[in-house]
């Protein structure tokens, strides 16, 4: 059974600052796995960045991965790296990491996921979901999820991201998501933590979902 955690927490801010602050509220709220994910930076900065990042998340014992940018996650010894697009091989990315550390990618198709499993990559963000990405990338319906995961079969955790409100949870993991990666619903209240940690879990979907209204 992988250990992977359930809830990933993607940066967001305006400045490398406000993302470091975002992830230190992350990290106090209880989740477990955070992204660094800053575009359009210098190397330097991206590195002063995630070296400030490696060490909040040090603080509370939380897992850190970086967007993309996989020679930064080896030098400051972050738990992995997340890959945004296949224009790099995961198995190129893999030669230029610590043998511990873990690659997760995101897909957006079935050939996207069998490509992925091919390389034995440790995770998939399958998506969008929901709602067209902002690059424009197709969004994938509750239903098409159900039939990608019956296609795909695999125990290599695939978890969704994209357009997710609360009450959404329930019904993408009854069919057989392994987690969500989500970054507005957080930064605008990280007071929902541990009802998405809840409705993450094990329990029935009826419960959830009485649950969640409670949380509303």
Same mark, same amino acid.
């Given at each position: 059974?992988?250990?992977?955690?359930?809830?990933?927490?993607?940066?967001?801010?305006?400045?490398?600052?406000?993302?470091?602050?975002?992830?230190?509220?992350?990290?106090?709220?209880?989740?477990?796995?955070?992204?660094?994910?800053?575009?359009?930076?210098?190397?330097?900065?991206?590195?002063? $960045?995630?070296?400030?990042?490696?060490?909040?998340?040090?603080?509370?014992? $939380?897992?850190?991965?970086?967007?993309?940018?996989?020679?930064?996650?080896?030098?400051?010894?972050?738990?992995?790296?997340?890959?945004?697009?296949?224009?790099?091989?995961?198995?190129?990315?893999?030669?230029?990491?610590?043998?511990?550390?873990?690659?997760?990618?995101?897909?957006?198709?079935?050939?996207?996921?069998?490509?992925?499993?091919?390389?034995?990559?440790?995770?998939?963000?399958?998506?969008?979901?929901?709602?067209?990405?902002?690059?424009? $990338?197709?969004?994938?319906?509750?239903?098409?999820?159900?039939?990608?995961?019956?296609?795909?079969?695999?125990? $290599?955790?695939?978890?969704?991201?994209?357009?997710?409100?609360?009450?959404?949870?329930?019904?993408?993991?009854?069919?057989?998501?392994?987690?969500?990666?989500?970054?507005?619903?957080?930064?605008?209240?990280?007071?929902?933590?541990?009802?998405?940690?809840?409705?993450?879990?094990?329990?029935?979907?009826?419960?959830?979902?009485?649950?969640?209204?409670?949380?509303?």
């Amino acid at each position: 059974m992988s250990t992977l955690p359930k809830l990933h927490y993607i940066s967001q801010g305006n400045s490398p600052e406000a993302h470091l602050s975002n992830i230190k509220e992350a990290c106090i709220a209880g989740v477990e796995l955070v992204e660094l994910r800053l575009g359009n930076l210098d190397e330097l900065t991206l590195l002063h $960045t995630a070296e400030q990042a490696r060490a909040i998340t040090g603080m509370y014992q $939380t897992r850190l991965v970086i967007g993309d940018a996989y020679s930064v996650a080896k030098t400051v010894k972050a738990d992995g790296v997340l890959l945004s697009s296949l224009e790099v091989s995961p198995l190129i990315v893999r030669e230029n990491l610590h043998g511990w550390q873990s690659i997760g990618v995101v897909a957006n198709t079935l050939e996207d996921c069998k490509f992925l499993l091919d390389t034995n990559v440790d995770y998939i963000r399958l998506g969008p979901y929901g709602i067209e990405h902002q690059d424009g $990338t197709s969004a994938i319906r509750l239903k098409d999820y159900e039939t990608l995961l019956q296609a795909i079969d695999t125990e $290599t955790p695939i978890l969704t991201f994209g357009n997710i409100q609360l009450e959404d949870v329930p019904f993408l993991m009854d069919i057989g998501l392994y987690g969500i990666a989500v970054s507005d619903m957080l930064t605008k209240d990280f007071k929902k933590v541990p009802m998405l940690q809840k409705l993450l879990g094990g329990a029935s979907t009826q419960e959830q979902a009485w649950n969640a209204n409670d949380w509303v």
